[in-house]
């Protein structure tokens, strides 16, 4: 292949050493007296396309993205480009807006394709609103692409699915992310996600545990703006709250909230209930649920 590297200009004789006169050679990224071993010159990366194959057949410019699952096609469909100004007639433009419109209904070629662009256009926004790396959108869109082959969506929402393969990946990743959080930047309501993640988990078999509710506690303290000092406190609590069994069947969200409240109150810091019970989507019952598990503890001690 056709070597990009370019070395950088270091003397009126690119040959002889500045120095000493002597014999220059290249080594790695640096040219290099062979005699006095002074460093002449370096070589630099030439940013420009790779005109070179490796197998000597007629060279070709290789370009575009790279393939990627958070597209329906994987990013290897052909688009038809712009022309505009003096070097475009009027005819020849309005003859690409024909043949653009034409393009983009014949590369949809069944309803199965038209599904997956809206749900994986869906799935990148939803990441995109929630500050999500690119691997969990990739994971999502793969996740949403096998629920379709299993015929899942039939009488659901796209929407639900989209939402509720994001929120699935988060699960299995175990990024705090609740469905609350993911509804309200998703076209899909509370109910479509429900519906759309239970289908899946049950069809699909999705590698998920029950949540720590100690993964909201650094994220539900910085909100609030709590400290270091809370957090871990409410940490103990959710440590002594598990010793005890007192933790299975309830939400998580709120059992990080109320050990967030009680350690708030022990450590002197104020905070509501209300914005608690907001932050964490839970109602105020919950919070006080796990709030007199917390007070028979101490009662105990």
């Not at 292949?1 to 050679?25: I, K, Q, W």
């Not at 197998?55 to 290789?62: A, S």
Request: include cysteine; aromatic fraction near 4%.
């Amino acid at each position: 292949m056709h070597n990009t590297n370019r070395v950088v200009s270091y003397s009126h004789d690119a040959r002889r050493c500045t120095e000493c006169g002597g014999d220059l050679r290249q080594e790695q990224s640096e040219v290099v007296c062979s005699d006095c071993g002074l460093v002449v010159g370096g070589v630099e990366l030439d940013l420009g396309p790779d005109w070179g194959r490796s197998d000597g057949e007629t060279q070709e410019r290789r370009t575009g993205a790279p393939t990627t699952d958070a597209r329906h096609d994987n990013g290897l469909s052909t688009e038809i480009g712009y022309g505009t100004g003096a070097e475009v007639s009027s005819e020849k433009q309005r003859q690409f807006a024909r043949l653009r419109r034409q393009h983009t209904r014949a590369h949809l070629s069944s309803k199965s394709d038209r599904n997956k662009l809206y749900a994986y256009t869906e799935i990148r926004q939803v990441t995109s609103s929630l500050s999500l790396p690119d691997s969990i959108r990739d994971q999502a869109c793969a996740l949403f692409d096998s629920a379709q082959e299993e015929e899942l969506l039939y009488g659901r929402s796209i929407e639900g699915f989209a939402a509720a393969s994001v929120y699935a990946v988060c699960r299995t990743q175990s990024l705090t992310r609740t469905r609350h959080e993911i509804a309200t930047v998703s076209s899909a309501t509370r109910d479509e996600l429900r519906v759309a993640y239970d289908a899946m988990n049950r069809e699909l078999g999705l590698q998920v545990g029950p949540i720590d509710p100690r993964e909201y506690l650094t994220r539900y303290a910085s909100a609030l703006d709590l400290g270091v000092a809370v957090e871990q406190r409410a940490s103990d609590y959710v440590t002594a709250l598990r010793e005890q069994s007192l933790i299975g069947g309830k939400n998580p969200s709120g059992v990080a909230a109320a050990c967030l409240y009680q350690a708030a109150q022990q450590s002197g810091v104020a905070v509501r209930q209300e914005d608690l019970c907001e932050l964490a989507d839970v109602a105020r019952l919950t919070l006080r649920s796990t709030l007199s598990d917390l007070e028979s503890l101490g009662d105990e001690s």
